[in-house]
């Protein structure tokens, strides 16, 4: 995913620039570059393929320096990775650009510039932004208000930052759909599309908000609203560690990634939807032929990642009202499926590497599938590489081998999936903004279900002298009860299954007894009556029940029933991504209490690359 990184100072900029990109290396992308305004107040870019080594080698070799510049790291999406087309985009008189984001008007607009005299050097729709700022800045004579006016005619997501030799005192910002950071100074200020990569320079940051034009001077920081009035935009203090691959105040990398998950589902969704919509274009080039002619999906995913699979399967069902068939992979990989036309082949991996996944994927190439898409947290990975379609989840490096963010990541891309098939099969504009909407809110859920840590430490005390637990949910909540007991397995090393709460009786209830805690997780959906009957029988046999309940669902702590509330309106939507917190939380304290080796469980790995 590309990164913009931006300074003015009166030091040379480049290291912290270069400081910067390599601070946003994990989140994947193809190519880097920067334009900088040297002493003699000229741009000079430099922009590389590969590693922003690369680029830091080419600085070596073409010495580069200025007090104020851009750079960016790019993840193409409209263009092949090459150095023409990587970042920043040069306009005539030395108007140089960076951008995240996708424009979705840029055939339209480019045309428009040809005819005007434009002259293209990339595929990117990048460029157009750079050409039109350019035109629209000779009329109006003034770099500011040529960004202003040039957004104004963009249609899609973007985060931008501009620079230009005729104004050598400042950087132009401007977001939509993407986001920018202001990093505040002393005598200095910088730009970044996301807090880490300003961490060396400063801990103070203003947010833009969605449509903001801003400008930034090394004493100064100007930000218009989408209106054209001048806002006041808060500083902040951040309390993020310099280093996001320590583990900061935080005792255990998992601890630290279960807190991340409210940023990192925020930023999966980044550039992806905007304005009520959701961008497809953000799953390559030909996911809308792609998802219009899809009929039915297949996914294949092993251990947790199969467990998202299994959530998006209801949601594939009720909302796209399309067949969906989920499957573990080491098993699908030995079958010999019938597949249905139109059939569109989805792979699950947090690492991109899972042996049994990828062999899953290129089987399912040569049996017939309408395509393949694969949600990945490694853009480089094998499984990326080889898929036609890609959305990558933007959980950022997960050390914990137990998966936790990669998990909501994963559920939040697949809802976009889920939001991107309805759209070709039934949805309206209207219920597009709604399902985008509800995703949208997740991160702040998230953030609320966290605080019900201390009640969660608390209840760990009573299942860590346990041997067995029993975990229940129906419908969508089932894969999350399965996702709970994995949890348990893996790092407190109790023993834990899963059933579909209606199940029981069909076999497992002979095991309840006062020693089995029961955990359940209940929404406030259709099936939370048939839940409390499913509960009843647990109570009636003596079973110590955990329930994580929506507030209104109307039940209440008695003997031998603990009620823990979740927090209020959580839909149907995103209960999959709310429910799964406590249940971390809870292997999280177990396995605590029981001196696990948390983040490194007996036995296991992180990325699973032999079958
Ligand atoms: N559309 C631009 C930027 C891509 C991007 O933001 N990726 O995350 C390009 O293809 O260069």
Partial sequence: ?????????????????????????????????????????????????????????????????????????????????????AHPHISRDGIAIVHNGIIENHEE????????????????????????????????????????????????????????????????????????????????????????????????????????????????????????????????????????????????????????????????????????????????????????????????????????????????EQIARLPCWVEIASEYRYRNPVVPKNTLFVTI??????????????????????????????????????????????????????????????LTALGMLVVALAKHHGADAERERGLVQRLIEIPGLIEKTLHLEPTIKELAKRFADKHHALFLGRGQMHPIAMEGALKLKEISYIHAEAYAAGELKHGPLALVDADMPVITVAPNNDLLEKLKSNLQEVRARGGELYVFADPDSGMQSSDGVTIITMPKHVSHFQAAAVYSIPLQLLSYHCAILRGTDVDQPRNLAKSVTVE
């Fill in 1 to 85: 995913m590309c990164g913009i990184v931006g300074a003015i100072a009166d030091r040379n900029i480049v290291p912290i620039l270069i400081e910067g990109l390599r601070r946003l290396e994990y989140r994947g992308y193809d190519s880097a570059g920067v334009a900088v305004l040297n002493s003699s107040g000229h741009l000079r870019r430099l922009r590389t393929v590969g590693k922003v080594k690369m680029l830091q080698d080419a600085i070596v070799e073409t010495p580069t320096d200025g007090q104020l510049g851009i750079a960016h790291t790019r993840w193409a999406t409209h263009g092949v990775p090459s150095e023409r087309n």
């Fill in 349 to 410: 991996s947090q690492s991109g590497e899972t042996a049994d996944t990828l062999a899953a994927l290129r089987m399912a190439k040569q049996s017939g599938y309408l395509s393949s898409l694969s949600i990945c947290n490694v853009p480089e990975s094998s499984l990326v590489r080889e898929s036609e379609l890609v959305l990558l989840t933007r959980a950022g490096p997960e050390i914990g081998v137990a998966s936790t963010k990669a998990f909501t990541t994963q």
């Fill in 109 to 316: 607009l480019r045309e428009e510039l040809t005819s005007l005299g434009y002259t293209f050097t990339s595929e990117t729709d990048t460029e157009v932004i750079a050409h039109r700022i350019h035109h629209h800045k000779q009329k109006l004579g003034d770099i500011f208000r040529a960004v202003r006016a040039t957004v104004a005619e963009l249609e899609g997501a973007y985060a931008l930052a501009v620079v230009s030799e005729d104004s050598p005192d400042r950087i132009i910002l401007a977001r939509a759909g993407c986001p920018v950071v202001i990093g505040v100074g002393n005598n200095e200020n910088f730009v970044a599309s996301d807090v880490s990569a300003l961490l060396p320079v400063t801990r103070k940051f203003i947010f833009l908000d969605e449509g903001d034009v801003a400008e930034i001077r090394r004493q100064d920081v100007r930000v218009l609203d989408a209106e054209g009035n001048t806002a006041h935009r808060e500083v902040r203090e951040s309390a993020l560690s310099a280093d996001a691959a320590e583990k900061g105040d935080y005792p255990h990398f998992m601890l630290k990634e279960i807190f991340e998950q409210p940023r990192a589902v925020a930023q999966t969704l980044e550039e992806r939807v905007a304005g009520g919509k959701l961008l497809e274009a953000a799953f390559g080039p030909l996911a809308t032929e792609i998802f219009r002619r899809t009929e039915a999906v297949q996914i294949v995913a092993c251990g947790t990642s199969y467990h998202a699979g299994a959530v998006a399967k209801y949601y594939i």
